[in-house]
DNA sequence: CCGCCCTACCTTGCATGCAATCGCCGAGGA
DNA sequence: TCCTCGGCGATTGCATGCAAGGTAGGGCGG
């Protein structure tokens, strides 16, 4: 059974959620009285949620200052996905070795509805991409059968999510990335890790460079200096 | 000036040394009111220390049973190591493109101080090894300007650190270890970043073998089962 | 008119108190 | 003898109170 959550990991999973579904935005204030008030609880949990949620890089946290919902400049973004880069193809590679039937099954379930939800007409949702797509990569992650490096992505992942959902893809870039996944789950059916890695690398290499050029953008129009 | 730290913030770096430092066993309980009263606070500011080491793996917290200190499984270990071995020679890489004279000369310094202080020997002082290491890793990927995958490399390469010290290395893959920290900063001064990357995969692989060796065998003397 | 300082309010940081939960130990029954 | 159940001590989780630090606004001096 699951056991009663305790209020801190409440206040903790809410707040998350309201920051990487972008309800607030980036450099909002984050005053403890008023989250504990909207959460129905006192400060103490509310602190705790805050502290953990800064060491995971969500919010900022100033001494006697308190807490901001964190921002992070066009180079900090680029480091993420060149981390990315450098640790997804791993998991990809492993997941393609350790992949069973119901998995992979599952895979291709979420990649051929991504594909159909995300095909650019008029039934697209781009933010019911979001879910899959974390989904997916989470499935992936979980698969690799690697903690460390489970965690180590989990811990760096959350940038590219506030900042921008699916909007910032062109239509070319967005088809390819969607593309991506369904090629994945086919490398990972056919037993080859190379190529499921080579593929993987290719689809963080083009979010990259649509994710950069999205956030250039949008702080071009924030302050052009 | 440096700001005035906090009693939280003391708290952490109180408890994450000891931690470190191996000063605690693993798995040792950590009660509130004995850290509170050994560390002159309340147990709010130990509260929030001990969440915060459990969002970096540093504790284990379990609701309504307190906090002890982390365990790792060979398992586990063996995991950090591959991860190691993904992100370090990337670091090493960037920071050989980056270095300056200056820095060279400090890593220099370190890895030949480490060469000294660790020959087999008379003279020889394994613990004093622990602090010059960690200061020539963390230069290094401090030099490689790259914040997202210094955090990713802290956040996890903590349990090498607790599990063992450089006891568990024999002879030669000490003497190969320190060598390697000679050959990096030689690498990095001939501006060859290849190099560099791959002498320090070897010098994380070899690190891995020993300490996975060390701790399958004191997990053999703890419960061979 | 502009800049500086002082004051008052607000927020955070920490201490403490209270209730709920967990683990342990002993007694009773099968 | 072993298992189960109930009470008790200890510990955590949360709420609240108080003091220190910071921020904003207004008044005063240049």
Redesign the interface.
Known sequence: MT?PL?S??RALDTLRDVILRGELPAGARLGEVELAERLGVSR?PV??AL??LA???LVQLV?NRGARVATWSVD?LE??F??RA??EP?VAALAAAAAGPGDLDELADLAVRMETIGRPGPGQDLDALVPLNRAFHDRLAALAG????A??LA??IHPPIVVRNFHAYDDASLCRSLAHHVEIVAAMRAGDAEWARAVMTAHIRNARVVMVRAAAASAMEAGPD
């Open positions: 056991r305790t801190a990991e103490t602190r705790e502290s953990r060491a995971e890089g001494p900090e480091g993420v060149e981390l450098l640790l791993q690697h903690p460390a490096l965690a180590a811990g760096v």
